[in-house]
């Protein structure tokens, strides 16, 4: 009988093969082409419907731009930012060449690299923008995350401070703002600044509207503990931190990671608009002063900032639910 068995066992295709297998069945694969297809039918009607639409929209800077305007523009942006950096390059390498000369003549001088002073290219204001949403986005994290697992612990403490999470929820980044830069431009003061007044106060108002929906979130799934899991606790009197450490973020990690997902797409969007007023040198600020500077271009400029946020959006949001699947082993 062992002997049957073992030679069964031998005979069975191993998992990955039957695995592969599935995959590339007729039904897999048809299914796989269904998915690929009609997203791709969808963008390509759109793109038509923008093609036949725009020449018919006159602004007072002229025609829409089309998606063959668009696609010029973004290669013309490319080609700038291109040579904009072979301009930054040729720059440090002069400093270096002349340093050499200097040194040559006397070791002990002082000599110094200085930083190109050459304006932002579009993809340097990407950059920008990035590194402030997520600095924002991080703070917002740190405030939500701890402060709506005390709320959905404690019913009191939630009970105190849920009016001041409705009041202060829906307000907009625009109202934020000017308060945001009075406050930053009153008490970070210093001759040698870590960092630019415009960055913090898109920081901050991208935190102090982005924070909400992490915290409800929190809140909501640390209060649905499955409460057979609260009575475990109970019965081996696990200290505060134990108990919130090995029950309650485990249970509660799908909420949270949906509030962040929430939190990180309003964080991006509130972004743009904050860029613009306090013109920190990002994806806003180059919209900004687009539309200011009214040529022919800008507006195929423009759409094309709106489609690299549209894109980026949209490449976070993946991002953000693919580190929820490896974290949250039940999704």
């Known amino acids: 009988m062992t ?13 990955w093969f039957a695995a592969a297998t599935e ?21 390509g009607l759109f793109l038509l419907f923008w093609q036949l639409v725009a020449p018919q929209v006159n602004t007072s800077l002229g025609n829409f731009p089309a998606p ?12 700038e930012h291109s040579d904009e950096r072979a301009r930054a390059d040729r720059f440090v390498t002069m400093q270096e ?20 002073p050459g304006a932002p290219t579009f993809f340097d204001q990407i950059g920008t923008s990035l590194v402030t949403v997520l600095c924002g986005f991080l703070l917002a994290t740190l405030i939500a995350v701890p402060l709506g697992i005390v709320v959905g612990l404690n019913r009191h403490f939630a009970a ?15 109202a934020w703002l000017p308060l945001v830069t009075m406050v930053v431009s009153a008490t970070y003061v210093s001759d040698d600044p870590m960092f630019e007044k415009a960055f913090l106060t898109s920081m901050i108002t991208v935190t102090l509207c982005s924070l909400w929906p992490t915290l409800i979130n929190t809140s909501v799934g640390v209060a649905a503990v499955n409460p057979d899991l609260l009575n475990v606790s109970k ?23 949906t509030g962040l997902r929430v939190s990180l797409g309003i964080a991006w969007m509130v972004l743009i608009a904050a860029e ?15 539309f200011q500077n009214g040529s022919s271009q800008s507006l195929s400029r423009i759409m094309v900032a709106v489609l690299a946020i549209g894109f980026i959006g949209f490449l976070l949001d993946r991002i953000m639910l693919l580190i929820q699947k490896k974290v949250a082993w039940n999704e």
């Open 3 to 15: 002997t049957a068995t073992s030679s069964e066992s031998l005979k069975a295709p191993p998992r």
């Open 23 to 43: 995959r590339l069945s007729p039904r897999a694969l048809a299914r796989g082409g269904r998915n690929l297809l009609l997203p791709l039918i969808g963008i």
């Open 68 to 79: 063959t305007d668009v696609w010029q523009q973004a290669g013309q942006l490319w080609q």
């Open 97 to 116: 060449e002349r340093n050499a000369r200097i040194l040559a003549d006397n070791p002990d001088a002082d000599v110094r690299i200085r930083p190109y």
């Open 160 to 174: 105190a401070v849920n009016p001041l999470i409705q009041i202060f929820k829906p307000v907009s980044p625009l």
């Open 235 to 257: 019965v081996l009197q696990l200290s505060f931190w134990t108990h919130t450490r090995k029950v309650v973020l485990p249970s509660s990690v799908p909420m949270i990671f």
């Open 276 to 290: 613009m007023l306090a013109q920190n040198p990002g994806l806003g600020k180059f919209v900004w002063d687009e």
